[in-house]
C-alpha cells in the first residue's frame, strides 16, 4: 500500500460527486453519479417492495438498494461512457463491460484484503443476487427517465428522444414491477410541487 498507509477505496467513491452524467448532452440541471446513485437506490428498493407486496416476491428491499448505490462506482475510474456509445455495437458493449471489470477489480485492491469478498458482490453481479441485479438495472433506466422527465420540465427539448428510448427499454423489460411503477409513481414526476402537495387531498 501507500506510504501515507491509507486506504482509497472509500476516498475514491466520494468522488463520484464529481463526475458529470449525460455529459453529450445539454442539460438544465447537472447530475452528478452520486445523485443518480442514490435516486437508482431509492427506486431499486421501490421496485423490491412491490415485488413482494404485489406479486408474492421474497426478495430483499434493503439489499436491492444497497446493490444500487454500488451499480456505477466503477465509474468513478472510468467516467460515465454516453449510452448511445456504450450499446452501440456488440463490440463496444464487450469492450466497455471489461473496462468496468477492470476498474472494479482495481477498486477492490484498494480495500483491505479481509474485506475485499465482502464488497466483491457489490461491484460486480453475484449469483446469489440475481434476482436482485435486474431490479437494479431497471431502477437504474427508471432513474434515467425521471431526468429525460424533468428536463423536458424545464424546457430542455434535447431529452426528447432519450425518453422515448428509456421508456421502451423499460417495457421491453418485461418486468411487472416496473408497469406498477409506470402506472401509479411516475405520472408524479409530471406535476409541479404545489400540484404534489395537493395531488392527494
Same mark, same amino acid.
Given at each position: 500500500m501507500?506510504?501515507?498507509?491509507?486506504?482509497?477505496?472509500?476516498?475514491?467513491?466520494?468522488r463520484?460527486?464529481? $463526475?458529470?452524467?449525460?455529459?453529450?448532452?445539454?442539460?438544465? +440541471?447537472?447530475?452528478?453519479?452520486?445523485?443518480?446513485?442514490?435516486?437508482?437506490?431509492?427506486?431499486?428498493?421501490?421496485?423490491?417492495? $412491490?415485488?413482494?407486496?404485489?406479486?408474492?416476491?421474497?426478495?430483499?428491499?434493503?439489499?436491492?438498494?444497497?446493490?444500487?448505490?454500488?451499480?456505477?462506482?466503477?465509474?468513478?475510474?472510468?467516467?460515465?461512457?454516453?449510452?448511445?456509445?456504450?450499446?452501440?455495437?456488440?463490440?463496444?458493449?464487450?469492450?466497455?463491460? +471489461?473496462?468496468?471489470?477492470?476498474?472494479?477489480?482495481?477498486?477492490?485492491?484498494?480495500?483491505?484484503?479481509d474485506?475485499?469478498?465482502?464488497? &466483491?458482490?457489490?461491484?460486480?453481479?453475484?449469483?446469489? /443476487?440475481?434476482?436482485?441485479?435486474? #431490479?437494479?438495472?431497471?431502477? /437504474?433506466?427508471?432513474?434515467? #427517465?425521471?431526468?429525460?422527465?424533468?428536463?423536458?420540465?424545464?424546457?430542455?427539448?434535447?431529452?426528447?428522444?432519450?425518453?422515448?428510448?428509456?421508456? &421502451?427499454?423499460?417495457l421491453?423489460?418485461?418486468?411487472?414491477?416496473?408497469?406498477?411503477?409506470? /402506472?401509479?409513481f411516475?405520472?408524479?414526476?409530471?406535476?409541479?410541487? /404545489?400540484?404534489?402537495?395537493?395531488?392527494?387531498?
Amino acid at each position: 500500500m501507500k506510504e501515507f498507509g491509507a486506504f482509497p477505496f472509500f476516498a475514491l467513491l466520494s468522488r463520484m460527486k464529481f $463526475i458529470s452524467r449525460w455529459a453529450l448532452m445539454r442539460n438544465a +440541471q447537472p447530475e452528478t453519479l452520486s445523485e443518480h446513485s442514490l435516486e437508482t437506490a431509492v427506486l431499486a428498493h421501490c421496485l423490491a417492495t $412491490i415485488r413482494n407486496v404485489r406479486f408474492g416476491g421474497g426478495v430483499s428491499p434493503e439489499r436491492a438498494a444497497l446493490l444500487a448505490l454500488f451499480h456505477d462506482a466503477p465509474e468513478v475510474l472510468t467516467g460515465d461512457l454516453p449510452t448511445p456509445v456504450k450499446y452501440h455495437s456488440e463490440q463496444l458493449r464487450s469492450a466497455y463491460r +471489461q473496462v468496468e471489470e477492470s476498474a472494479a477489480d482495481l477498486l477492490l485492491a484498494l480495500l483491505p484484503e479481509d474485506f475485499r469478498a465482502h464488497y &466483491a458482490p457489490l461491484l460486480s453481479p453475484a449469483r446469489e /443476487d440475481r434476482a436482485l441485479w435486474c #431490479l437494479v438495472k431497471a431502477a /437504474d433506466k427508471l432513474s434515467a #427517465l425521471i431526468k429525460c422527465i424533468e428536463e423536458q420540465k424545464a424546457g430542455n427539448r434535447e431529452f426528447c428522444k432519450a425518453q422515448e428510448s428509456t421508456h &421502451a427499454a423499460l417495457l421491453a423489460m418485461e418486468l411487472p414491477e416496473v408497469l406498477v411503477f409506470l /402506472d401509479e409513481f411516475l405520472p408524479a414526476f409530471e406535476e409541479p410541487l /404545489d400540484g404534489l402537495l395537493d395531488i392527494r387531498q
